[in-house]
């Protein structure tokens, strides 16, 4: 039996580098079962590498990834896809296979997992559309929906063999308002509704900590800070601050390093 | 004169790393090709795809190239009074050689380049890589039905190709030059060889085809997922397909005939 108190993902000591640059530095992360963490940092931190690394597709350098007290590094290409098949997850564009509609998109993990006629097929496709707004749209092809509806498509066909946890990645990237208000609520309703666990990686401060239990605050492969949105808005680490309010200086300086100004202006002619 | 050699180097060990991963990719389709069996509409969608679609381009070309073997061979054999000899220049050339050459060099620029751009769009668009997140192994689903179409399509376009090459010959020689038809068909049919000209043509468009899918879905799976990685693959596609079966056409030819 699984612990139930314990954390669904224990993530410790992590480390990864993708040539010579060190993505994750030795980091710890607990994700709490049946809450929304949010995993946000500036672009290049490396945030989508850490879903792909708890989904399994990459291997860490270093360090264990448990999810449900399974440890992910370890495990054989068979033994992953079992557990795959209780992870949802939702690509930053959707990822729905171009080549079928929306119903056959939503239908095609639970027809290639289960043996369910296809009457029952059916009925599970329409409960998941309706979920998400979207049981008109059924018999639209991908390239017909716009990009927030993609999403919430690509939403659907995460849930349809319903995992015990769900990741985003970046799912509020390029949408309008009303969209954008549409799947931070449908994140939180889902993740309540369904007794789902859900890692949201973003960098839209707003969105993200209006749904979230917990953030994680990633910077230079180090987690910097955590905590809930009020405790870290008010945390004393200056990085924290600047991320949380959006200051274009700080420990993240607004200058790409450059010799001094006064020197580089006089210096101007002499040499360039 | 260093860099030159370093850089020698470097692309020697880029091949043969290439070589590796496509190598390996083979085994896994391979691999995948049991429980495709089981799951046969999966590839007759694409044997209609990667064949079907190809057959207008193969038709037209198979006629013409009859029709100007048909002109050329008339040309030269009229001149040692040979003309009824046509029907097996144009037969044991088509059979042997032009169709499935031609046929493969037309399904490599047709079938390939589009097997290529399609999966590498996929894998550019994270498709693939949702697919692995579903638990659902991408190159059992998407590589190995492709592949196998390809291995059954490329035989038989070759063979419309001969056939209809065949019709295009007799078409220019008997209808417009005025070759004996009895002779053409009948010199045709006593001089080619089922065992030496026929099956050898087969086997040839067999390996043709298995070799283009095989490039063409490496490719479009290890190409890089952006619009310029994928174009490049694309265009390797057809090339390394092209110089692949006019080499092996030479081996094959010195090996079998």
Redesign the interface.
């Known amino acids: 039996m699984t612990d139930l108190s314990a954390p669904l993902v224990e993530i410790r000591n992590l480390s990864f580098a993708r040539g010579d640059r060190m993505i994750f530095d030795g980091i710890d992360m607990d994700i709490e079962r049946g809450k929304v963490t949010s995993i946000m940092g500036p672009s290049g931190t490396g945030k989508t590498t850490l879903l792909r690394l708890i989904?399994g597709?990459i291997k860490p350098l270093a360090g264990t990834i448990k999810v449900d007290g399974i440890e992910v590094t370890q495990l054989s290409r068979s033994a992953l896809?079992?557990l795959?098949?209780r992870?949802g997850?939702l690509?930053?564009?959707g990822?729905?296979?171009?080549d079928m509609n929306v119903y056959d998109n939503i239908a095609?993990?639970i027809r290639?997992?289960t043996q369910l006629s296809e009457n029952m097929i059916r009925t599970l496709v329409t409960m998941k559309l309706q979920v998400v707004g979207l049981r008109g749209a059924r018999n639209l092809m991908p390239s017909e929906l716009s990009g927030g509806m993609a999403r919430r498509v690509?939403m659907a066909?995460a849930i349809a063999?319903d995992p015990m946890m769900m990741m985003y990645d970046e799912p509020f990237t390029g949408q309008d308002p009303i969209s954008m208000g549409v799947l931070v609520r449908l994140i939180r309703e889902l993740n309540d509704a369904l007794g789902l666990t859900s890692i949201v990686v973003s960098h839209d401060i707003e969105e993200a900590s209006s749904i979230s239990d917990t953030i994680y605050l990633l910077s230079g492969g180090k987690v910097v800070a955590h905590g809930n949105a009020d405790t870290l808005r008010e945390s004393g680490s200056e990085w924290a601050q600047q991320f949380m309010n959006g200051l274009p200086d700080g420990p993240v300086p607004f200058h790409y390093p450059a010799p001094d100004y006064a020197e580089d202006l006089l210096s101007a002619g002499a040499n360039k | 004169m260093l860099d030159f050699i370093q850089q020698l180097g470097r692309s020697g060990f880029d091949f043969f790393q290439r070589l590796g991963r496509a190598s390996i990719l083979f085994g896994h389709i391979l691999a995948g090709v049991p429980s495709m069996i089981l799951r046969f509409p999966l590839v007759i969608q694409q044997l209609y795809s990667v064949g079907v679609l190809s057959l207008l381009i193969v038709l037209v070309s198979g006629l013409f190239v009859g029709m100007v073997l048909g002109l050329q061979g008339y040309n030269t054999l009229v001149d040692f009074g040979a003309e009824e000899s046509l029907g097996v220049m144009v037969s044991i050339s088509l059979v042997t050689e032009l169709g499935p050459v031609v046929a493969a060099l037309l399904f490599a620029g047709r079938a390939g380049s589009a097997l290529t751009a399609e999966i590498g769009l996929m894998k550019a668009t994270e498709q693939l890589s949702a697919m692995e997140m579903m638990a659902i192994d991408p190159i059992r689903r998407v590589l190995t039905p492709r592949f196998f179409a390809g291995f059954i399509s490329m035989p038989l376009l070759a063979a419309i190709f001969s056939a209809i090459g065949i019709l295009g010959g007799h078409l220019v020689g008997v209808a417009l030059l005025g070759v004996d038809e009895g002779a053409y068909w009948s010199q045709m049919q006593a001089s080619v060889d089922f065992y030496d000209d026929i099956m050898n043509g087969v086997i040839k468009s067999i390996v043709f085809g298995v070799v283009v899918t095989w490039i063409a879905v490496f490719e479009g799976y290890d190409a890089i997922p952006t619009s310029e990685g994928v174009s490049r693959a694309t265009t390797r596609t057809v090339v390394h397909s092209s110089l692949a079966i006019l080499g092996l056409d030479f081996i094959l030819t010195a090996i079998m005939f």
Request: hydrophobic share 45%.
């Open positions: 989904g597709q896809f079992q795959r098949k992870m997850m690509f930053q564009n990822a729905l296979l171009t095609f993990p290639e997992h690509a066909r063999l």
